[in-house]
């Protein structure tokens, strides 16, 4: 079992950013993909990124361009860089961890995005 702990969410202006991040309890080379996704009010949850042990990045269509997911292997963390964000952005987003077969979740960060 992997223990997720997020961070960073916030109240943000549009075209503003935010750096979100995931703090894993065990080594994220022993992790096969890490991934952000978020649940905005009333929708359903949507991926957002992903980070795969083979060092890849995917990216919904809705964030690309404008978020970049990284990760830190000293720290066991990754991260979520939120750049020219909208008001549709506002959710609150999750880190998972698949880990043979075995999916793993965060408690959340809320980030609202709104002037």
């Known amino acids: 079992q992997v223990q997720l702990v997020e961070s960073g969410g916030g109240l943000v202006q549009p075209g503003g950013s935010l750096r979100l991040s995931c703090a894993a309890s065990?080594?994220?080379?022993?992790?096969?993909?890490m991934n952000w996704y978020r649940q905005a009010q009333g929708k359903e949850c949507e991926f957002v990124a992903r980070?795969?042990?083979?060092?890849?990045?995917a990216y919904a269509d809705s964030v690309k361009g404008r978020f970049t997911i990284s990760r830190d292997s000293a720290k066991n963390t990754v991260y979520l860089q939120m750049n020219s964000l909208k008001p549709e952005d506002t959710a609150v987003y999750y880190c998972?961890?698949?880990?043979?077969?075995?999916?793993?979740w965060g408690q959340g960060t809320q980030v609202t995005v709104s002037s």
């Open positions: 065990r080594s994220i080379f022993s992790i096969n993909t």
């Open positions: 980070f795969t042990g083979y060092g890849t990045t």
């Open positions: 998972n961890a698949l880990t043979g077969g075995r999916l793993d």
